[in-house]
Antibody, heavy 122, light 113 residues
């Protein structure tokens, strides 16, 4: 079945970096784009960025520009999200999600990973 | 950025009754090139990732029960659960994917009365 499996929970100190992986299975990885969405405790969902898994194009939330990098390894059917210079307000559950159909950015998100908890604390 | 505002923030409905959640966008999310509203609804249960219920404002995702329906166009949208079941207790989010960045509503918490 189609699924996205993310890497495990992380605890980081302020100023550190984190890299979360998202391994796809059950479909052709390059046929659907991958988005990253985060959810701070008790809060709504915040879109962070997107990667066209076919050609590698990326788009990021403006306020995260310079701190976030989304990449992919097509041979491993895996997408990655790296966030640098972590702050306490980056504490959240981070989700990868697959676009419903195709590689366009402008699509609903039909398959979600299980989430990765990132805790930033000194 | 397009701001998505849901109402109410929380809602308590009796089992078997209708639940209605509203979502308003700060600008139209109707895309004339494909004649579709770029609006989705998600359900999130505690400790789980969101689940896609509705896309293009009114198209039910495969496997979603037909008691869930979406309506609306332009800036005003509604998610309706026709007959509330116990398993529908969750937080519901609307999302626009008309423009970058895609944005979500604040969520509506649905409980049993």
């Amino acid at each position: 079945q189609v699924q996205l499996v993310q890497s495990g929970a992380e605890v980081k100190k302020p100023g550190a970096s984190v890299k979360v992986s998202c391994k796809a299975s059950g479909y052709t990885f390059t046929s659907n784009s991958v988005h990253w969405v985060r959810q701070a405790p008790g809060q709504s969902l915040e879109w962070m960025g997107w990667i066209n898994t076919d050609n590698g194009d990326t788009k990021y939330l403006q306020k995260l520009q310079g701190r976030v990098t989304i990449s992919r390894d097509t041979s491993a059917s895996t997408a990655f999200m790296e966030l640098t210079n972590l702050r306490s307000e980056d504490t959240a559950v981070y989700y990868c999600a697959r676009s419903r159909a195709g590689t366009s950015l402008y699509l609903a998100l039909s398959v979600w990973g299980q989430g990765t908890t990132v805790t930033v604390s000194s | 950025d397009i701001v998505m505002t849901q109402s109410p923030d929380s809602l308590a409905v009796s089992l078997g009754e209708r639940a209605t959640i509203n979502c308003k966008s700060s600008q139209s999310v109707f895309y004339s090139s494909n004649n579709k509203n770029q609006l989705a609804w998600y359900q999130q249960k505690p400790g789980q990732p969101p689940k896609l219920l509705i896309y293009w404002a009114s198209t039910r995702e495969s496997g979603v029960p037909d008691r869930f329906s979406g309506s609306g166009s332009g800036t005003d949208f509604t998610l309706t659960i026709s007959s509330l079941q116990a398993e529908d207790v969750a937080v519901y989010y609307c999302q626009q994917y008309y423009t970058i960045p895609p944005t979500f509503g604040q969520g509506t918490k649905l409980e049993i009365k």
